[in-house]
């Protein structure tokens, strides 16, 4: 079986819903600061790595869970 699945995750700030963000270094690390550049509020890198983690996996499963329910 050959499965194939596209999505695509925005990252959006929580405040303002901006979706450009600064970062201090150009290879930022896991405790690294994110700076939504539209309204300044400040995320931790490995926080929203870690959500974005479990959202991907999450959407996998549903996924592949209507693949199996339709056979």
Do not use: W, Y
Not at 41 to 57: D, F, M, N, S
């Amino acid at each position: 079986m050959n499965l194939e699945f596209s999505e695509s995750f925005t990252l959006k700030c929580p405040k303002c819903g901006g979706t450009k963000f600064a970062t201090a270094s150009t290879t930022p690390g896991p405790n690294d600061p994110l700076t939504c550049a539209h309204c300044g509020t400040v995320l931790q890198l490995g926080a929203v790595t870690q959500r974005i983690e479990r959202e991907v996996k999450a959407s996998i499963f549903d996924r592949l869970r209507g693949i199996v329910k339709r056979k």
